[in-house]
């Protein structure tokens, strides 16, 4: 329904991210390839961060970030299962970025963390590794869908996305 919703819209092109996993991109790329939409693969990700794992979207921009992606899926299957989530390491994502595109994990993400907790200069430090990993391919996640806690966190992202150059995508 969606797909074909976007088709009657005009919109060129549709991402389908599961969580952790990509078990319903081959029916999505038939369905949107029929409808004449663009499918985009990808999977929101848990990615280990200081005291728990933090969410990042991962798109996949062309064949190299989707053998990247599986790359990275298939070892937090094999290596990384934590409390039955298979869950990456930073390390890991190294030589595993190409053709990938990031977005911040919204309000799930590190950054937001590090933003909420009024901790600026550690989300700077964050968003600079991110933004060296995924060269021109990092967007700060900015959403308004009436959370606690949203508001300001928009406001925050957007300044540091200002200062720093990173992209910002609205998404929801």
């Known amino acids: 329904e969606l797909v074909e919703a976007c088709a009657r819209r005009g919109m060129p092109a549709l991402a389908l991210t599961d969580d952790s996993n990509v078990f319903a991109l081959l029916k999505f790329f038939k369905a949107a390839e029929s409808a004449g939409v663009q499918p985009i693969a990808g999977a929101d990700v848990w990615v280990q961060d200081a005291d728990e794992p933090a969410r990042m979207t991962l798109l ?3 064949r190299a970030g989707y053998r990247n992606l599986c790359i990275l899926l298939s ?27 990031a977005l ?7 950054l937001a963390r590090l933003l909420l907790a009024g901790r600026t200069e550690t989300a700077e430090l964050h968003l600079r590794r991110w933004m060296r990993l995924f060269p021109d391919a ?34 929801n």
């Not at 299957?77 to 030589?95: E, K, N, T």
């Not at 911040?104 to 590190?110: F, Y």
């Not at 508001?151 to 995508?169: F, I, K, M, N």
């Open 60 to 62: 996949c921009a062309d």
């Open 75 to 101: 070892r937090a299957y094999a290596d990384g299962r934590q409390l039955d989530r298979p869950v990456l390491q930073r390390d890991w994502l190294p030589g595993h970025t190409e053709g990938l595109v």
């Open 104 to 110: 911040s994990g919204g309000m799930d993400g590190d």
């Open 138 to 171: 990092y967007y700060l996640e900015l959403s308004r869908c009436g959370r606690p806690q949203e508001d300001l966190l928009t406001l925050a992202s957007a300044r540091l996305a200002e200062q720093l150059g990173c992209p910002a995508v609205t998404t």
